[in-house]
Protein backbone atom coordinates (compact mmCIF):
# COMPACT_ATOMS: atom_id res chain seq x y z
CA UNK A 1 0.00 0.00 0.00
CA UNK A 2 1.11 3.50 -1.12
CA UNK A 3 0.87 4.83 2.37
CA UNK A 4 1.68 8.08 0.92
CA UNK A 5 -0.63 8.38 -2.11
CA UNK A 6 -3.60 7.73 0.61
CA UNK A 7 -2.39 10.49 2.68
CA UNK A 8 -2.23 12.90 -0.40
CA UNK A 9 -5.28 12.18 -1.41
CA UNK A 10 -6.78 12.46 1.93
CA UNK A 11 -5.54 15.74 2.62
CA UNK A 12 -7.25 16.88 -0.51
CA UNK A 13 -10.70 15.56 0.84
CA UNK A 14 -10.26 16.22 4.27
CA UNK A 15 -12.81 14.92 6.63
CA UNK A 16 -14.30 17.27 8.80
CA UNK A 17 -14.46 16.67 12.51
CA UNK A 18 -17.72 15.28 13.86
CA UNK A 19 -20.03 14.13 11.35
CA UNK A 20 -20.62 10.40 12.28
CA UNK A 21 -21.97 8.22 9.49
CA UNK A 22 -23.05 4.40 9.31
CA UNK A 23 -22.89 2.67 6.26
CA UNK A 24 -26.82 0.55 6.60
CA UNK A 25 -29.25 -0.24 3.42
CA UNK A 26 -29.20 2.67 1.57
CA UNK A 27 -25.32 3.41 1.96
CA UNK A 28 -24.28 6.63 2.97
CA UNK A 29 -26.15 9.55 2.68
CA UNK A 30 -26.09 13.05 3.41
CA UNK A 31 -25.85 16.83 2.18
CA UNK A 32 -23.69 16.59 -0.72
CA UNK A 33 -21.39 19.09 0.31
CA UNK A 34 -20.07 17.24 3.07
CA UNK A 35 -19.93 13.97 1.52
CA UNK A 36 -16.27 14.08 -0.58
CA UNK A 37 -14.37 12.49 2.01
CA UNK A 38 -16.79 9.71 2.58
CA UNK A 39 -16.71 9.31 -1.43
CA UNK A 40 -13.03 9.50 -1.43
CA UNK A 41 -12.86 6.54 1.27
CA UNK A 42 -15.77 4.33 -0.34
CA UNK A 43 -13.19 4.54 -3.70
CA UNK A 44 -10.40 2.89 -1.14
CA UNK A 45 -12.43 0.56 0.10
CA UNK A 46 -14.04 -0.85 -3.07
CA UNK A 47 -10.61 -1.28 -3.94
CA UNK A 48 -9.65 -3.29 -0.93
CA UNK A 49 -13.08 -5.51 -1.79
CA UNK A 50 -11.74 -6.75 -5.13
CA UNK A 51 -8.58 -7.44 -4.09
CA UNK A 52 -9.92 -9.84 -1.87
CA UNK A 53 -13.11 -11.39 -3.98
CA UNK A 54 -10.74 -11.11 -6.98
CA UNK A 55 -13.41 -9.57 -8.84
CA UNK A 56 -14.71 -6.27 -10.09
CA UNK A 57 -16.97 -4.44 -7.83
CA UNK A 58 -19.17 -1.17 -7.97
CA UNK A 59 -19.76 2.29 -6.43
CA UNK A 60 -22.88 4.02 -7.24
CA UNK A 61 -23.00 7.54 -6.42
CA UNK A 62 -27.02 8.12 -5.37
CA UNK A 63 -29.26 9.57 -2.88
CA UNK A 64 -32.38 7.47 -4.78
CA UNK A 65 -35.57 9.11 -3.19
CA UNK A 66 -34.08 11.71 -1.09
CA UNK A 67 -34.31 15.62 -2.25
CA UNK A 68 -32.01 16.92 -4.83
CA UNK A 69 -29.44 18.78 -2.58
CA UNK A 70 -28.70 15.60 -0.80
CA UNK A 71 -26.41 12.76 -1.93
CA UNK A 72 -25.19 9.27 -1.09
CA UNK A 73 -23.06 6.20 -2.20
CA UNK A 74 -23.43 2.30 -2.22
CA UNK A 75 -20.86 -0.42 -3.09
CA UNK A 76 -21.89 -3.06 -5.12
CA UNK A 77 -20.38 -6.53 -4.57
CA UNK A 78 -19.35 -8.76 -7.22
CA UNK A 79 -22.52 -10.92 -8.36
CA UNK A 80 -24.29 -7.49 -8.58
CA UNK A 81 -25.93 -7.52 -4.69
CA UNK A 82 -25.64 -5.17 -2.52
CA UNK A 83 -22.31 -5.02 -0.07
CA UNK A 84 -21.83 -8.15 2.37
CA UNK A 85 -22.35 -6.75 5.63
CA UNK A 86 -19.07 -7.61 7.17
CA UNK A 87 -18.12 -4.95 5.05
CA UNK A 88 -20.56 -2.58 6.16
CA UNK A 89 -19.02 -2.35 9.57
CA UNK A 90 -15.25 -1.57 7.51
CA UNK A 91 -17.35 1.14 5.30
CA UNK A 92 -18.55 2.37 8.64
CA UNK A 93 -14.93 2.69 10.45
CA UNK A 94 -13.45 3.40 7.30
CA UNK A 95 -15.83 6.95 6.96
CA UNK A 96 -15.29 7.98 10.56
CA UNK A 97 -11.44 7.23 10.46
CA UNK A 98 -9.84 10.78 11.49
CA UNK A 99 -7.37 11.83 8.78
CA UNK A 100 -4.16 10.53 11.21
CA UNK A 101 -5.53 6.83 11.29
CA UNK A 102 -6.73 6.03 7.89
CA UNK A 103 -3.67 4.39 6.55
CA UNK A 104 -3.62 2.00 9.92
CA UNK A 105 -7.84 1.56 9.67
CA UNK A 106 -6.77 0.06 6.04
CA UNK A 107 -4.39 -1.87 7.14
CA UNK A 108 -6.53 -3.48 9.98
CA UNK A 109 -8.89 -4.46 7.11
CA UNK A 110 -6.34 -6.00 5.04
CA UNK A 111 -5.14 -8.08 8.02
CA UNK A 112 -9.00 -9.07 8.80
CA UNK A 113 -9.89 -9.73 5.42
CA UNK A 114 -6.86 -11.52 3.81
CA UNK A 115 -6.55 -8.96 1.09
CA UNK A 116 -3.72 -9.24 -1.17
CA UNK A 117 -2.47 -5.67 -2.13
CA UNK A 118 -0.70 -7.08 -4.95
CA UNK A 119 -3.46 -8.09 -6.63
CA UNK A 120 -5.21 -5.80 -9.61
CA UNK A 121 -8.57 -4.43 -8.95
CA UNK A 122 -11.36 -2.76 -11.48
CA UNK A 123 -14.03 -0.85 -9.73
CA UNK A 124 -16.94 0.46 -11.63
CA UNK A 125 -18.36 3.71 -11.06
CA UNK A 126 -21.64 5.29 -11.61
CA UNK A 127 -24.01 8.24 -10.91
CA UNK A 128 -27.14 9.49 -11.06
CA UNK A 129 -28.15 13.14 -12.59
CA UNK A 130 -27.69 15.65 -9.47
CA UNK A 131 -25.45 18.25 -10.11
CA UNK A 132 -22.85 17.41 -7.45
CA UNK A 133 -22.68 13.40 -8.66
CA UNK A 134 -20.04 14.27 -11.06
CA UNK A 135 -17.66 15.95 -9.01
CA UNK A 136 -18.21 13.30 -6.03
CA UNK A 137 -17.91 10.24 -8.72
CA UNK A 138 -14.60 11.99 -9.29
CA UNK A 139 -13.67 11.89 -5.20
CA UNK A 140 -14.11 7.92 -5.62
CA UNK A 141 -12.32 7.98 -8.53
CA UNK A 142 -9.72 9.63 -6.48
CA UNK A 143 -9.81 7.27 -3.67
CA UNK A 144 -9.58 4.24 -6.42
CA UNK A 145 -6.28 5.94 -7.90
CA UNK A 146 -4.62 5.92 -4.32
CA UNK A 147 -4.42 2.64 -3.73
CA UNK A 148 -3.31 1.71 -7.22
CA UNK A 149 -6.70 0.26 -8.10
CA UNK A 150 -8.25 0.88 -12.10
CA UNK A 151 -12.10 1.50 -12.60
CA UNK A 152 -14.10 1.92 -15.73
CA UNK A 153 -16.38 5.18 -15.21
CA UNK A 154 -19.98 3.91 -16.62
CA UNK A 155 -21.42 7.67 -15.98
CA UNK A 156 -25.01 8.77 -15.73
CA UNK A 157 -26.45 5.42 -14.87
CA UNK A 158 -29.74 4.16 -13.02
CA UNK A 159 -28.57 1.72 -9.89
CA UNK A 160 -29.89 -1.06 -11.03
CA UNK A 161 -27.77 -0.95 -14.35
CA UNK A 162 -24.56 -0.16 -12.42
CA UNK A 163 -25.43 -3.57 -10.47
CA UNK A 164 -25.82 -5.50 -13.49
CA UNK A 165 -22.52 -3.95 -15.37
CA UNK A 166 -21.07 -5.33 -12.48
CA UNK A 167 -22.38 -9.09 -12.74
CA UNK A 168 -21.28 -9.01 -16.34
CA UNK A 169 -18.11 -8.41 -15.77
CA UNK A 170 -17.69 -10.93 -13.02
CA UNK A 171 -19.74 -13.65 -14.86
CA UNK A 172 -17.84 -13.43 -18.50
CA UNK A 173 -20.62 -12.62 -20.02
CA UNK A 174 -23.13 -15.27 -19.20
CA UNK A 175 -25.57 -13.07 -17.61
CA UNK A 176 -25.08 -10.31 -20.30
CA UNK A 177 -22.53 -7.87 -21.80
CA UNK A 178 -21.70 -5.20 -19.71
CA UNK A 179 -22.58 -2.25 -21.45
CA UNK A 180 -25.37 0.06 -20.98
CA UNK A 181 -25.90 -0.93 -24.69
CA UNK A 182 -26.24 -4.74 -23.99
CA UNK A 183 -28.96 -4.40 -20.97
CA UNK A 184 -30.94 -2.28 -23.14
CA UNK A 185 -30.60 -5.34 -26.03
CA UNK A 186 -30.86 -7.92 -23.20
CA UNK A 187 -34.38 -6.63 -21.87
CA UNK A 188 -35.82 -5.70 -25.49
CA UNK A 189 -35.07 -9.02 -26.61
CA UNK A 190 -36.62 -11.03 -23.94
CA UNK A 191 -39.93 -8.53 -23.98
CA UNK A 192 -40.23 -8.51 -27.67
CA UNK A 193 -39.97 -12.84 -27.51
CA UNK A 194 -42.35 -12.74 -24.56
CA UNK A 195 -45.13 -10.91 -25.77
CA UNK A 196 -45.36 -10.63 -29.35
CA UNK A 197 -48.22 -12.95 -30.02
CA UNK A 198 -50.04 -11.36 -27.09
CA UNK A 199 -49.45 -7.82 -28.51
CA UNK A 200 -49.60 -8.31 -32.21
CA UNK A 201 -53.08 -9.34 -31.31
CA UNK A 202 -53.91 -6.01 -30.19
CA UNK A 203 -55.55 -3.42 -32.44
CA UNK A 204 -54.08 -0.56 -30.50
CA UNK A 205 -50.64 -0.37 -29.15
CA UNK A 206 -50.16 -0.10 -24.99
CA UNK A 207 -49.38 3.17 -23.77
CA UNK A 208 -47.80 3.30 -19.58
CA UNK A 209 -47.65 6.19 -18.49
CA UNK A 210 -44.33 6.88 -16.23
CA UNK A 211 -43.32 9.49 -13.70
CA UNK A 212 -39.26 9.38 -13.70
CA UNK A 213 -39.59 11.47 -10.90
CA UNK A 214 -37.27 13.91 -12.48
CA UNK A 215 -34.30 11.27 -12.15
CA UNK A 216 -31.80 8.84 -14.18
CA UNK A 217 -34.85 7.19 -14.98
CA UNK A 218 -36.28 9.31 -17.58
CA UNK A 219 -32.97 9.64 -19.51
CA UNK A 220 -32.72 5.55 -19.45
CA UNK A 221 -35.99 4.87 -20.49
CA UNK A 222 -35.95 7.03 -23.31
CA UNK A 223 -32.35 5.19 -25.01
CA UNK A 224 -34.36 2.26 -23.93
CA UNK A 225 -37.51 3.16 -26.21
CA UNK A 226 -35.66 2.74 -29.41
CA UNK A 227 -35.29 -0.67 -28.77
CA UNK A 228 -38.76 -1.98 -28.20
CA UNK A 229 -41.52 -3.03 -30.43
CA UNK A 230 -43.81 -0.52 -31.71
CA UNK A 231 -46.94 -2.16 -29.76
CA UNK A 232 -45.34 -0.81 -26.58
CA UNK A 233 -45.83 3.11 -26.44
CA UNK A 234 -43.97 4.77 -23.28
CA UNK A 235 -45.52 8.36 -22.16
CA UNK A 236 -42.91 10.19 -20.02
CA UNK A 237 -44.11 12.86 -17.29
CA UNK A 238 -41.39 14.15 -15.30
CA UNK A 239 -37.81 13.78 -17.32
CA UNK A 240 -35.47 16.57 -15.52
CA UNK A 241 -36.38 19.21 -17.98
CA UNK A 242 -38.16 21.42 -15.70
CA UNK A 243 -39.10 20.03 -12.37
CA UNK A 244 -36.93 18.86 -9.34
CA UNK A 245 -35.40 15.60 -8.46
CA UNK A 246 -38.46 13.80 -6.24
CA UNK A 247 -39.88 17.17 -5.49
CA UNK A 248 -44.00 15.86 -5.32
CA UNK A 249 -43.16 12.56 -7.39
CA UNK A 250 -41.72 9.21 -7.59
CA UNK A 251 -42.47 6.16 -6.16
CA UNK A 252 -41.74 7.55 -2.75
CA UNK A 253 -44.06 10.25 -2.46
CA UNK A 254 -46.99 8.23 -4.29
CA UNK A 255 -46.45 5.34 -1.96
CA UNK A 256 -46.53 7.64 1.27
CA UNK A 257 -48.78 9.89 0.12
CA UNK A 258 -51.57 7.49 -1.41
CA UNK A 259 -51.90 10.17 -4.54
CA UNK A 260 -50.38 11.02 -7.65
CA UNK A 261 -47.71 13.25 -8.07
CA UNK A 262 -48.87 17.18 -8.21
CA UNK A 263 -49.33 18.08 -11.75
CA UNK A 264 -50.27 14.94 -13.52
CA UNK A 265 -53.16 15.00 -16.07
CA UNK A 266 -54.45 11.72 -14.74
CA UNK A 267 -57.68 10.57 -16.71
CA UNK A 268 -59.40 7.49 -15.75
CA UNK A 269 -58.83 4.35 -16.49
CA UNK A 270 -55.08 5.36 -17.42
CA UNK A 271 -52.34 2.95 -16.12
CA UNK A 272 -49.80 5.20 -14.39
CA UNK A 273 -46.13 4.09 -12.79
CA UNK A 274 -43.99 6.05 -10.85
CA UNK A 275 -40.00 5.36 -10.94
CA UNK A 276 -38.20 6.92 -7.96
CA UNK A 277 -34.76 9.07 -8.50
CA UNK A 278 -32.62 6.08 -8.97
CA UNK A 279 -34.81 3.95 -10.45
CA UNK A 280 -34.70 0.97 -8.54
CA UNK A 281 -38.46 1.28 -6.86
CA UNK A 282 -41.79 1.32 -8.99
CA UNK A 283 -45.18 1.61 -8.03
CA UNK A 284 -48.72 1.55 -10.33
CA UNK A 285 -51.62 3.73 -9.78
CA UNK A 286 -54.66 4.53 -11.38
CA UNK A 287 -58.54 6.64 -11.07
CA UNK A 288 -61.44 4.41 -11.52
CA UNK A 289 -64.35 6.03 -12.97
CA UNK A 290 -65.45 8.17 -9.61
CA UNK A 291 -61.95 10.02 -9.35
CA UNK A 292 -60.87 7.75 -6.80
CA UNK A 293 -56.96 7.02 -6.58
CA UNK A 294 -55.48 3.36 -6.46
CA UNK A 295 -52.08 2.35 -5.48
CA UNK A 296 -50.83 -0.83 -7.09
CA UNK A 297 -47.37 -1.37 -4.66
CA UNK A 298 -45.55 -4.01 -4.03
CA UNK A 299 -47.37 -6.24 -2.70
CA UNK A 300 -49.82 -6.31 -5.79
CA UNK A 301 -46.90 -6.45 -7.84
CA UNK A 302 -45.42 -9.29 -5.91
CA UNK A 303 -48.39 -10.86 -6.14
CA UNK A 304 -49.05 -10.78 -10.17
CA UNK A 305 -45.61 -11.68 -10.69
CA UNK A 306 -45.41 -14.47 -8.51
CA UNK A 307 -49.10 -15.97 -9.47
CA UNK A 308 -47.60 -15.82 -13.23
CA UNK A 309 -44.80 -18.03 -12.27
CA UNK A 310 -47.15 -20.40 -10.61
CA UNK A 311 -49.37 -20.79 -13.49
CA UNK A 312 -46.12 -21.14 -16.02
CA UNK A 313 -44.44 -23.24 -13.48
CA UNK A 314 -47.40 -25.71 -13.49
CA UNK A 315 -47.57 -26.07 -16.87
CA UNK A 316 -44.21 -27.15 -17.60
CA UNK A 317 -44.65 -29.59 -15.00
CA UNK A 318 -41.15 -29.02 -12.96
CA UNK A 319 -40.82 -29.28 -9.40
CA UNK A 320 -39.13 -26.34 -8.54
CA UNK A 321 -40.03 -24.51 -5.42
CA UNK A 322 -41.33 -21.26 -5.73
CA UNK A 323 -41.75 -18.60 -2.29
CA UNK A 324 -42.71 -15.25 -1.66
CA UNK A 325 -40.79 -13.26 0.49
CA UNK A 326 -42.31 -10.03 2.53
CA UNK A 327 -41.67 -8.15 5.44
CA UNK A 328 -44.13 -7.37 8.24
CA UNK A 329 -45.31 -4.29 6.29
CA UNK A 330 -46.70 -6.38 3.50
CA UNK A 331 -50.53 -6.19 3.67
CA UNK A 332 -52.33 -9.49 5.41
CA UNK A 333 -54.94 -9.85 2.34
CA UNK A 334 -52.09 -10.10 -0.03
CA UNK A 335 -50.31 -12.31 2.47
CA UNK A 336 -54.02 -14.37 2.89
CA UNK A 337 -54.16 -14.66 -1.00
CA UNK A 338 -51.09 -15.89 -1.78
CA UNK A 339 -51.56 -18.60 1.15
CA UNK A 340 -54.73 -19.58 0.62
CA UNK A 341 -55.97 -18.95 -2.80
CA UNK A 342 -52.51 -19.54 -4.87
CA UNK A 343 -50.70 -22.11 -2.36
CA UNK A 344 -47.74 -19.81 -2.81
CA UNK A 345 -45.94 -20.31 0.21
CA UNK A 346 -44.76 -16.83 2.33
CA UNK A 347 -42.27 -16.30 4.05
CA UNK A 348 -41.31 -13.20 6.64
CA UNK A 349 -37.70 -11.61 6.49
CA UNK A 350 -36.66 -8.30 8.56
CA UNK A 351 -36.96 -4.96 7.17
CA UNK A 352 -34.58 -4.00 4.40
CA UNK A 353 -33.98 -5.27 0.85
CA UNK A 354 -30.95 -7.34 1.73
CA UNK A 355 -32.99 -9.56 4.07
CA UNK A 356 -34.82 -10.25 1.56
CA UNK A 357 -32.64 -11.14 -1.22
CA UNK A 358 -30.69 -13.15 1.35
CA UNK A 359 -34.12 -15.05 2.11
CA UNK A 360 -35.19 -15.70 -1.70
CA UNK A 361 -31.71 -17.11 -2.15
CA UNK A 362 -33.43 -20.40 -0.39
CA UNK A 363 -35.54 -21.30 -3.03
CA UNK A 364 -35.72 -22.25 -6.36
CA UNK A 365 -38.02 -19.18 -7.93
CA UNK A 366 -37.70 -16.69 -4.92
CA UNK A 367 -39.96 -12.81 -5.53
CA UNK A 368 -39.77 -10.50 -3.29
CA UNK A 369 -40.69 -6.83 -2.82
CA UNK A 370 -41.17 -4.11 -0.47
CA UNK A 371 -44.22 -2.60 -0.05
CA UNK A 372 -42.07 0.81 -1.38
CA UNK A 373 -42.08 -1.00 -4.75
CA UNK A 374 -38.24 -2.67 -4.44
CA UNK A 375 -37.96 -5.77 -5.70
CA UNK A 376 -37.15 -8.46 -7.51
CA UNK A 377 -37.10 -12.62 -9.03
CA UNK A 378 -34.07 -14.75 -7.93
CA UNK A 379 -33.99 -17.95 -9.81
CA UNK A 380 -30.75 -20.39 -8.48
CA UNK A 381 -28.40 -21.69 -10.71
CA UNK A 382 -29.90 -25.48 -10.78
CA UNK A 383 -33.53 -23.88 -11.34
CA UNK A 384 -32.42 -22.13 -14.80
CA UNK A 385 -30.05 -24.62 -15.76
CA UNK A 386 -33.48 -26.87 -15.97
CA UNK A 387 -35.94 -24.49 -17.29
CA UNK A 388 -33.40 -23.62 -20.44
CA UNK A 389 -32.72 -27.08 -21.31
CA UNK A 390 -36.68 -27.98 -20.92
CA UNK A 391 -37.06 -24.99 -23.25
CA UNK A 392 -34.70 -25.94 -26.20
CA UNK A 393 -35.59 -29.67 -25.65
CA UNK A 394 -38.81 -30.91 -24.87
CA UNK A 395 -40.91 -32.88 -26.64
CA UNK A 396 -44.57 -31.80 -25.20
CA UNK A 397 -45.72 -28.56 -27.11
CA UNK A 398 -47.77 -26.73 -23.90
CA UNK A 399 -44.56 -27.28 -21.57
CA UNK A 400 -42.12 -26.00 -23.89
CA UNK A 401 -43.83 -23.01 -24.29
CA UNK A 402 -44.22 -22.73 -20.79
CA UNK A 403 -40.93 -23.27 -20.90
CA UNK A 404 -39.85 -20.65 -23.35
CA UNK A 405 -42.04 -18.25 -21.33
CA UNK A 406 -39.83 -18.47 -18.03
CA UNK A 407 -36.71 -18.62 -19.83
CA UNK A 408 -37.87 -15.38 -21.56
CA UNK A 409 -39.11 -14.13 -18.08
CA UNK A 410 -35.67 -15.06 -16.63
CA UNK A 411 -33.66 -12.73 -18.98
CA UNK A 412 -36.22 -10.04 -18.83
CA UNK A 413 -35.82 -9.84 -15.06
CA UNK A 414 -32.99 -8.32 -13.64
CA UNK A 415 -31.69 -10.88 -10.20
CA UNK A 416 -29.20 -8.66 -8.99
CA UNK A 417 -31.45 -5.85 -7.62
CA UNK A 418 -34.56 -4.18 -7.90
CA UNK A 419 -35.29 -2.69 -11.23
CA UNK A 420 -38.08 -0.26 -11.81
CA UNK A 421 -37.52 -0.42 -15.77
CA UNK A 422 -36.80 -4.55 -15.61
CA UNK A 423 -40.05 -4.40 -13.18
CA UNK A 424 -42.14 -2.38 -15.30
CA UNK A 425 -41.51 -4.20 -18.62
CA UNK A 426 -42.05 -7.92 -16.38
CA UNK A 427 -45.45 -6.20 -15.27
CA UNK A 428 -46.37 -5.05 -18.95
CA UNK A 429 -45.42 -7.89 -20.50
CA UNK A 430 -47.74 -9.90 -17.79
CA UNK A 431 -50.47 -7.95 -18.19
CA UNK A 432 -50.40 -8.41 -21.73
CA UNK A 433 -50.62 -12.05 -21.63
CA UNK A 434 -53.11 -12.27 -19.05
CA UNK A 435 -55.23 -9.63 -21.15
CA UNK A 436 -55.59 -7.92 -17.80
CA UNK A 437 -56.18 -4.00 -17.44
CA UNK A 438 -55.02 -2.71 -14.61
CA UNK A 439 -58.48 -2.37 -12.67
CA UNK A 440 -58.54 -6.39 -13.17
CA UNK A 441 -55.08 -6.56 -11.54
CA UNK A 442 -56.08 -4.03 -8.59
CA UNK A 443 -59.53 -6.48 -7.94
CA UNK A 444 -57.01 -9.74 -7.50
CA UNK A 445 -57.70 -8.87 -3.73
CA UNK A 446 -58.22 -5.84 -1.50
CA UNK A 447 -56.02 -4.66 0.70
CA UNK A 448 -56.94 -4.65 4.48
CA UNK A 449 -57.32 -0.54 5.64
CA UNK A 450 -54.14 -0.28 7.72
CA UNK A 451 -51.97 2.73 9.45
CA UNK A 452 -48.48 3.92 10.17
CA UNK A 453 -47.21 6.04 13.04
CA UNK A 454 -44.09 6.98 14.91
CA UNK A 455 -43.52 7.63 18.56
CA UNK A 456 -40.93 9.93 19.98
CA UNK A 457 -38.98 8.06 22.46
CA UNK A 458 -35.55 8.89 24.30
CA UNK A 459 -34.14 5.28 23.35
CA UNK A 460 -34.95 3.76 20.26
CA UNK A 461 -32.77 0.58 21.30
CA UNK A 462 -35.57 0.02 24.26
CA UNK A 463 -37.22 -2.01 21.72
CA UNK A 464 -36.14 -5.37 20.96
CA UNK A 465 -37.83 -7.60 18.26
CA UNK A 466 -37.86 -11.32 17.13
CA UNK A 467 -39.52 -12.71 14.11
CA UNK A 468 -38.49 -10.80 11.47
CA UNK A 469 -40.10 -7.95 13.93
CA UNK A 470 -43.48 -9.08 14.25
CA UNK A 471 -43.15 -9.79 18.15
CA UNK A 472 -41.61 -7.42 20.77
CA UNK A 473 -39.54 -8.73 23.19
CA UNK A 474 -38.63 -5.71 25.27
CA UNK A 475 -39.80 -3.84 26.75
CA UNK A 476 -41.70 -6.03 29.06
CA UNK A 477 -45.81 -6.09 28.56
CA UNK A 478 -45.82 -4.23 25.27
CA UNK A 479 -46.51 -7.10 23.37
CA UNK A 480 -48.87 -8.94 25.60
CA UNK A 481 -50.29 -4.97 25.36
CA UNK A 482 -50.42 -5.45 21.68
CA UNK A 483 -52.00 -9.13 21.79
CA UNK A 484 -54.68 -8.04 24.22
CA UNK A 485 -55.87 -4.79 21.42
CA UNK A 486 -55.20 -7.15 18.48
CA UNK A 487 -57.83 -9.45 19.58
CA UNK A 488 -60.62 -7.60 19.85
CA UNK A 489 -60.89 -6.36 16.13
CA UNK A 490 -61.86 -8.22 13.43
CA UNK A 491 -58.36 -9.19 11.15
CA UNK A 492 -56.44 -7.08 13.16
CA UNK A 493 -52.62 -7.24 13.08
CA UNK A 494 -50.47 -4.49 14.77
CA UNK A 495 -46.49 -4.58 15.20
CA UNK A 496 -43.35 -1.93 16.61
CA UNK A 497 -39.95 -1.87 15.50
CA UNK A 498 -37.31 0.79 16.42
CA UNK A 499 -36.07 3.18 13.59
CA UNK A 500 -32.78 2.67 12.27
CA UNK A 501 -32.33 6.19 12.09
CA UNK A 502 -33.69 7.88 14.60
CA UNK A 503 -35.33 8.02 18.11
CA UNK A 504 -38.87 6.47 16.85
CA UNK A 505 -40.84 3.80 17.35
CA UNK A 506 -42.42 2.93 13.72
CA UNK A 507 -45.88 1.21 14.49
CA UNK A 508 -47.88 -0.75 12.03
CA UNK A 509 -51.83 -1.73 12.09
CA UNK A 510 -54.09 -3.26 10.17
CA UNK A 511 -57.70 -4.05 10.42
CA UNK A 512 -61.47 -4.41 8.54
CA UNK A 513 -62.05 -1.42 8.28
CA UNK A 514 -59.95 1.87 8.32
CA UNK A 515 -61.78 3.28 11.85
CA UNK A 516 -60.21 -0.14 13.62
CA UNK A 517 -56.79 0.25 12.03
CA UNK A 518 -56.76 3.76 12.88
CA UNK A 519 -57.98 3.33 16.42
CA UNK A 520 -55.56 0.22 17.16
CA UNK A 521 -52.68 2.23 15.83
CA UNK A 522 -53.77 5.07 18.18
CA UNK A 523 -53.85 2.40 21.26
CA UNK A 524 -50.55 0.82 20.62
CA UNK A 525 -48.66 4.07 20.16
CA UNK A 526 -49.62 4.71 23.40
CA UNK A 527 -48.78 1.81 24.66
CA UNK A 528 -45.35 2.53 23.37
CA UNK A 529 -45.24 5.89 24.93
CA UNK A 530 -45.83 4.66 28.29
CA UNK A 531 -43.83 1.22 28.45
CA UNK A 532 -40.73 2.43 25.88
CA UNK A 533 -40.20 5.89 27.37
CA UNK A 534 -41.93 8.64 25.21
CA UNK A 535 -41.01 11.61 25.06
CA UNK A 536 -42.83 14.94 24.20
CA UNK A 537 -46.66 15.66 24.01
CA UNK A 538 -48.72 11.48 24.23
CA UNK A 539 -50.20 10.60 21.07
CA UNK A 540 -53.37 12.02 20.50
CA UNK A 541 -56.22 9.97 18.20
CA UNK A 542 -56.57 11.61 14.86
CA UNK A 543 -53.09 12.99 15.28
CA UNK A 544 -52.01 11.87 11.16
Known amino acids: MDAEAVRRGAALHAKAPGLPAQYGTAGFRSRAQDLGPTMFRMG ?43 WEEHATRLANAEEPDLCAVLAAICREEAVDLQHNALVAIGRDTRSSSKGLSECVMDGVSALGG ?48 ALSQRGAPVCPKVDCANGIGALKL ?155 VLFSEAAEEKIRHQAENEKDNQKREAAKMLENLMDLINQTVGDAISDMLVIEAILALKNFTVQQWDAIYTDLPNRQLKVKVADRRVIDTTDAERQAIAPPGLQEKINALVKKIKWARAFVRPSGTEDVVRVYAEADTQENADDLAYEVSLAVFHLAGGVGEEPKPGGW
Open 44 to 86: LLAVLRARQTRATTGVMVTASHNPEEDNGVKLIDPLGEMLAPS
Open 150 to 197: QYHDYGLVTTPQLHYMVCCRNTHGSYGTATVEGYYQKLSKAFTELTKQ
Open 222 to 376: QELEHHLPGCLRIHIENDGLKGKLNHLCGADFVKVHQKPPVGLDMKAGERWCSFDGDADRIVYYYLDAGGRFSLLDGDKIATLISTFLKELLVKTGQTLTLAVIQTAYANGSSTRYLEENMKVPVHCAKTGVKHLHHKAREFDVGVYFEANGHGT
